[in-house]
Every structure is written in structure tokens, then in C-alpha cells.
């Protein structure tokens, strides 16, 4: 089955403690993206990636990293968490970063910083 | 920078009645236009896809309309059922997605 895989779907961290969360699709997608969803702001994207080796900022990249090794997985990465980074967060695919072709989610990741 | 903006926040309908849900953006330089379902807890579901040179698109019960001069897409759903019932997102990709913050729609059986 075609899917956008994140894991995991909970995660309750500390200040400070490092975390990565994951996202892997199967579906051979050149463009992949994170987004945070949150009341009354909406989605907003925090990193995408044209290909592999290639990511860029998007509207709130400050907090956050990420990679692209391989095709399959854009892990975003955490590397000091703070309480205003819990969120729900998706990762999201698409066959071209051209926007010509529908945007894949996974089903999300709510996170909460204590 | 575009906005995009999705009134009324919440709609509720008894089934059976045809929703009409509505997407407004501030910049008509755009390449295409994407509706998105999103049930609570889950991700999105791409519902439709409209390409700037397309004036509609359809799928099913559904249909969206787009009129880049007047900044507007329009999503029409035919004889709404329960299993309808969802927050309805709307986005635009002027080279990036904006998206609308979304219409919360019940649909009473």
C-alpha cells in the first residue's frame, strides 16, 4: 500500500532532550516536507526537500533539522526541544516538488514538550 | 506573502444537502490549487487537484471550481452524507503551499 509512514504517532519529551521523529514513504517521491499544525495558525511548513542531498527552509525552520540521505526518509530531527515546539506535526510527499502532482500525508505525530 | 483565507470556520447540514465550501487567496500568480480532507487524529487526503490553466475539476460527488482573477476556489459536495463529516482544507502553491486554516463541516443524519 502507498503511504507516508511517521513514527511515532505520540511522543511526550522534556526541555532539552534530543529527538527525532521519523517519516519514510513508498512511493519513489522526489519531494518531501514537514509540517506543524496548530490552533488558529493552521499548517505551516518547517523544511522540505527536492531530492536527495537537497532540503530547504520553509516558514518556521528556527529549532529544527533535518536530512535526506536516501529517497525513502526525512527524518526531522530536534536537537533541543522547547514547550513551544508541541505541536502535530506531518510529514508529506509528492512525486515532484513542482506542486503538479497531489501532496501524500502521513497521519501525524503530536508532540508535547514538557 | 499569500494569504489564504476558508469561510465560514464551521458548517453544519442535514444530510442529504449540497455543501459549498469556500477558499479565497491574496496572490492569483499561482500554479495550482489543492482541496484536502482531514478527519481528527489522521493526516490529509488530497481530494482534488486544479492546475491554474483548469476552471474545474471533478471527482466523484465532488467538484471544484477555480477563478484565478478573483482569488476564489469553490468546492461543491453533492448530497452530503455523514461519513462527509470533516475539516475541508484548501491550498495554494504560488512555487510554495500556503494553506487555509480549514471549514469544520458536520453533516447531521
Known amino acids: 500500500e502507498a503511504q507516508v509512514t511517521q513514527n511515532p504517532r505520540y511522543l511526550i519529551t522534556v526541555t532539552g532532550k534530543k529527538l527525532t521523529v521519523t517519516c519514510s514513504q513508498n512511493?519513489?517521491?522526489?519531494?518531501m516536507s514537514w509540517y506543524r499544525q496548530d490552533p488558529g495558525l493552521g499548517l505551516r511548513q518547517i523544511y522540505y526537500?527536492?531530492?536527495?542531498?537537497?532540503?530547504d527552509k520553509g516558514d518556521v525552520p528556527e529549532g529544527y533539522k533535518v536530512s535526506r540521505k536516501e529517497k525513502r526518509n526525512f527524518p526531522l530531527i530536534l536537537e533541543s526541544p522547547s514547550p513551544n515546539q508541541t505541536s502535530l506535526y506531518f510529514c508529506?510527499?509528492?512525486?515532484?516538488?513542482?506542486?503538479?502532482?497531489?501532496?501524500?500525508f502521513g497521519n501525524g505525530t503530536r508532540l508535547t514538550v514538557t | 506573502k499569500q494569504e489564504v483565507t476558508q469561510i465560514p470556520a464551521a458548517l453544519s447540514v442535514p444530510e442529504g444537502e449540497n455543501l459549498v465550501l469556500n477558499c479565497s487567496f491574496t496572490?492569483?500568480?499561482?500554479?495550482?490549487l489543492q482541496w484536502f480532507r482531514q478527519d481528527p487524529g489522521k493526516g490529509l487526503t488530497s481530494l482534488l487537484l486544479?492546475?491554474?490553466?483548469?476552471r474545474e475539476q471533478t471527482s466523484g460527488r465532488l467538484n471544484a471550481s477555480l477563478d484565478k482573477s478573483s482569488g476564489r476556489s469553490t468546492l461543491y459536495i453533492a448530497a452530503s452524507q455523514p461519513g462527509d463529516s470533516a475539516t475541508y482544507l484548501c491550498?495554494?502553491?504560488?512555487?510554495?503551499?500556503?494553506f487555509g486554516a480549514g471549514t469544520t463541516v458536520t453533516v447531521r443524519a
Open positions: 508529506a510527499s509528492s512525486l515532484s516538488g513542482l506542486g503538479d502532482s497531489p501532496l501524500h
Open positions: 526537500s527536492m531530492n536527495v542531498e537537497v532540503t
Open positions: 496572490d492569483s500568480a499561482i500554479y495550482n
Open positions: 491550498a495554494v502553491n504560488d512555487y510554495k503551499l500556503s
Open positions: 512511493m519513489n517521491h522526489e519531494y
Open positions: 486544479i492546475q491554474s490553466s483548469q
